[in-house]
């Protein structure tokens, strides 16, 4: 079975500019996550996707970034403009939508804002 | 949703048993108990889950005491590929997904 994709693996840009991630979740899963870790921390929740529609967007900064998933499958996550304190992994997960499951996580992608 | 707390960091060598205790003092009635372990460069990945008293699988076990207020991950024989950061998380279980709260992690440095 195939894992959550994420693509790019690295990015680095400089502030003010603007970045995306793309995600593409296991085949099947209704449930899709992003979050973002900040070096040392453990993963904070950005937003959560039921299928195509947002179940939970409360620690999103929605004055820069913004994340859609059309078609309740792939999913990309913007930042524009992109701070400092962005520089984080970017991880995006995964799961079914039933009680007691699991998530998946994908491999993350590493920004780094100058 | 319930407050974590677990050891910053625990070093063990080969072969040893791992204990990781959890505190969550104020775990809800529907809270269950998640444990994830997250390697370096990789996202995190799912260990175990439990309610109540203590369940095992292939990987690890978890302990819960009747009160619930803390747990304990248990990590038979570790290897140096068990190196890793372990989180605790407390929270209810919805169909319509769990939102996992993260902390700091334990980083468990496993040694030769």
């Known amino acids: 079975e195939a894992g959550v994709a994420q693509s790019p693996r690295y990015k680095i840009i400089e502030k003010r500019q603007s970045v995306a991630f793309w995600c593409n979740p296991i085949?099947?899963?209704?449930?899709l996550y992003w979050y973002q870790q900040i070096l040392g921390q453990g993963p904070k929740l950005l937003i959560q996707?039921?299928?195509?529609?947002?179940?939970?967007d409360s620690q999103l900064p929605k004055d820069r970034f913004s994340a859609e998933r059309l078609k309740g499958v792939d999913s990309t996550l913007k930042i524009q403009p992109a701070k400092l304190e962005d520089s984080a992994v970017y991880l995006c997960?995964?799961?079914?939508?039933?009680?007691?499951?699991?998530?998946?996580f994908g491999p993350g992608t590493r920004l780094t804002v100058l | 949703l319930a407050k974590t707390t677990q050891p910053i960091s625990m070093d063990s060598y080969e072969g040893q048993e791992v204990n990781i205790t959890c505190s969550h003092n104020?775990?809800?009635?529907?809270?269950?108990i998640t444990w994830y372990q997250q390697f370096p460069s990789q996202g995190p990945r799912f260990i175990i889950q439990?309610?109540?008293t203590k369940v095992t699988n292939e990987v690890a076990s978890l302990f819960i005491p009747a009160d619930r207020k803390s747990s304990t991950l248990s990590l038979p024989r570790v290897s140096l590929s068990d190196t890793a950061v372990y989180y605790c998380?407390?929270?209810?279980?919805?169909?319509?997904?769990?939102?996992?709260?993260f902390g700091g992690g334990t980083r468990v440095l496993v040694k030769p």
């Open positions: 996707f039921q299928n195509n529609g947002v179940v939970d």
């Open positions: 104020n775990i809800a009635t529907n809270d269950y």
């Open positions: 439990g309610y109540k």
């Open positions: 997960a995964s799961s079914l939508a039933r009680e007691g499951n699991e998530q998946f």
């Open positions: 085949s099947g899963h209704a449930t």
């Open positions: 998380l407390v929270g209810p279980i919805k169909a319509a997904g769990n939102k996992l709260t």
